[in-house]
Antibody, heavy 124, light 107 residues
């Protein structure tokens, strides 16, 4: 059974840093793309970024709103995905979800499983 | 960036009804369109990918269609568990973008 479990959410001051983790199980972790998606309170879904699969050297993509501040990494030995968040702003307050994206034959990632989310609150 | 516009933003319907939600892309995305269902306080659930393909385990009461810039999600024979918020997403190009959501409420 595929499971994604996020952790690390917390209350942090503006300008601070936080690292989120997503523990994966039930599949070969190096195979799929892995994404982070966030949802501000009462708002819609916003894509944060992607780590491609091992075949694509785990290269990354980011939303403009987080590029240069957030870094996605993964550790296959721990079956874990990470989101390092620096220079946090109040507008980064959201529930952060990790998602699995299965690569189709053309290299596009299709979301199938989502974690339960972890809440990050940026406030003084 | 590709903008995804969903309509309506909210919809009231009765148990047993059939409803259709529309998603429009600001430029062509071929069929790289997914639909998700989200209930309050829960993570989204993947329903449809490639505009019309059902994810494993998703009942056939959900169906998707469209290509290019206009897409629809149709839910037939609404049941209480179907009342939720639905989102579309394009995955044709970066940044990946979502529609604003359609909240389906019980009439």
């Amino acid at each position: 059974e595929v499971q994604l479990v996020e952790s690390g959410g917390d209350l942090v001051q503006p300008g601070g840093s936080l690292r989120l983790s997503c523990a994966a199980s039930g599949f070969t972790f190096s195979d799929p793309y892995m994404d982070w998606v966030r949802q501000a309170p009462g708002k819609g879904l916003e894509w944060v970024g992607r780590s491609r699969d091992k075949t694509n050297s785990y290269t990354t993509e980011y939303a403009a709103s987080v590029k240069g501040r957030f870094t996605i990494s993964r550790d296959d030995s721990r079956n874990s995905l990470y989101l390092q968040m620096n220079s946090l702003k109040t507008e980064d307050t959201a529930v952060y979800y990790c998602t699995r994206a299965i690569r189709d034959r053309n290299g596009y990632g299709i979301y199938d499983y989502w974690g339960q989310g972890t809440l990050v609150t940026v406030s003084s | 960036d590709i903008q995804m516009t969903q309509s309506p933003s909210s919809l009231s319907a009765s148990v047993g009804d059939r409803v259709t939600i529309t998603c429009r892309a600001s430029q062509g995305i071929r069929d790289y369109l997914a639909w998700f269902q989200q209930k309050p306080g829960k993570a989204p659930k993947s329903l449809i990918y490639a505009a019309s393909s059902l994810q494993s385990g998703v009942p056939s009461k959900f169906s998707g269609s469209g290509s290019g810039t206009e897409f629809t999600l149709t839910i037939s024979s609404l049941q209480p568990e179907d009342f939720a918020t639905y989102y579309c997403q394009q995955y044709n190009s970066y940044p990946l973008t979502f529609g604003g959501g359609t909240k389906l409420e019980i009439k």
